[in-house]
């Protein structure tokens, strides 16, 4: 069982930049692949950003390439989304997610492929 407890949400102006984080309980978390979804009111779940258990290996949403950053840090058991430039269709909640597997890259964007999720934290840009 993993518990992911996301934190860094927040309102920032269009521009801006947020670092968040999602702190996981657990001793593998090391072996688990990582993502962040968002989701915004009245649309579905979307994939942002993931990254291989080992952090060698990143994958983004064609939306925040180039903006958004995804990284880890095994010995505190955290993930972070560095978000840059910042837009108002940015706005979303947004949340963490863990696979215990590595899964195909065209199955990362499907949040059905993920074993546990947090309970998400907003984030809203202003224009």
């Known amino acids: 069982q993993v518990q992911l407890v996301e934190s860094g949400g927040g309102l920032v102006q269009a521009g801006g930049s947020l670092r968040l984080s999602c702190a996981a309980s657990?001793?593998?978390?090391?072996?688990?692949?990582m993502g962040w979804f968002r989701q915004a009111p009245g649309k579905e779940r979307e994939f942002v950003a993931a990254i291989s258990w080992s952090g060698r290996t990143t994958y983004y949403a064609d939306s925040v390439k180039g903006r958004f950053t995804i990284s880890r840090d095994n010995a505190k058991n955290t993930v972070y989304l560095q978000m840059n430039s910042l837009k108002p269709e940015d706005t979303a909640v947004y949340y963490c997610a863990a696979k215990l597997k590595n899964i195909p890259r065209e199955d990362l964007a499907t949040p059905g492929e993920y074993d546990y999720w947090g309970q998400g934290t907003q984030v809203t840009v202003s224009s």
């Open positions: 657990g001793r593998t978390f090391s072996r688990y692949l």
